[in-house]
């Protein structure tokens, strides 16, 4: 579902730290690929690239080298046809329309998309339960609470059947409570719809809870690639998730 080839992607700077010639490598040779219906956790500190890869992944950015394809498509070239394959949720950014009932934003989307009528109603009907939209879906998004923008977030990515879901932060700032419910929602949404997921976050609750697999990416590159058992057994017994991931972050530099 998605492949990466030696995939990079560099920028064109005027002055940094890490400079090569004018050139920084945001991501560099990077591989791997995740197979249909893998749920899948990329994590990496701070600047280490994941942004930089979600942003190949959906088309934002072209890659400087190497290969991309998502669904078989090359996302920059081909944005408008993967739009229709994959979802993305930037937990930072809202897609939505700031001024607008969450219901007209989903209107919106239904008609950007071309999504017919029905198939649209029975799957915003579900988004609907599953998301617990119905208290809220006339309220202009502005003034709906994180936990509320982010599950209209996610229904807004999902109201077009994609076949794979890149998340970026979905958690981010939302309580113990959202948390689960949305975690609870995207492990359904894998189970028993077939979804491929990526999840970029630095939450380890939603590794620990969600990603049978880890990639771990720094200074651009892949550090590890692995199950979460595989991921546990680098550190010594005892350890928690936050150890190992620590040791990793911080072995690195
Ligand atoms: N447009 C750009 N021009 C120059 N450098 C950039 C650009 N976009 C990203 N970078 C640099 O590329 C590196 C990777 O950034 P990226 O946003 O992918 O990191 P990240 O892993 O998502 O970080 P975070 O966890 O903080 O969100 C950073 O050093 C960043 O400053």
Same mark, same amino acid.
């Given at each position: 579902m998605i492949e990466l080839d030696q995939a990079g992607r560099s920028f064109k700077v005027k002055? *940094?730290?890490? !400079? @090569?010639g004018n050139v920084f490598h945001a991501v560099r040779d990077l591989s791997f690929t995740v197979a249909p219906g893998e749920f899948v956790g990329y994590l990496g500190p701070n600047g280490a690239g994941k942004s930089t890869t979600i942003k190949m992944l959906c088309g934002i950015l072209t890659p400087t080298s190497g290969r991309v394809r998502v669904a078989g498509l090359d996302p920059s070239r081909k944005r408008t046809t993967l739009a229709r394959r994959i979802g993305v949720v930037f937990g930072q950014r809202t897609?939505?329309?700031?001024? !607008? $009932?969450l219901r007209d934003s989903f209107e919106l989307i239904r008609h950007l998309y071309k999504v017919d009528r029905n198939v649209f109603k029975t799957r915003l009907d579900e988004l609907t339960e599953t998301l617990d939209l119905g208290g809220f879906t006339r309220t202009p998004v502005r003034q709906l609470s994180l936990g509320q923008r982010m599950r209209g977030d996610l229904a807004a990515a999902l109201l077009h059947a994609p076949d794979v879901l890149v998340l970026d932060e $979905?958690?981010?700032?939302?309580d113990v409570v959202s948390k689960s419910s949305i975690r609870a929602f995207l492990r359904r949404l894998n189970t028993e719809q077939g979804t491929t997921v990526l999840l970029t976050t630095h939450d380890l609750g939603d590794i620990e809870r969600l990603c049978r697999r880890v990639m771990l990416i720094d200074h651009g590159r892949l550090a590890f690639d692995g199950t979460l058992d595989e991921l546990m057994a680098t550190? $010594? @017994?005892? *350890?928690t998730i936050e150890d190992v991931v620590t040791r990793l972050y911080t072995g690195s530099r």
């Open positions: 002055r *940094s730290l890490k !400079l @090569e897609t939505l329309w700031w001024d !607008l $009932p $979905p958690t981010i700032g939302l550190a $010594p @017994e005892q *350890s």
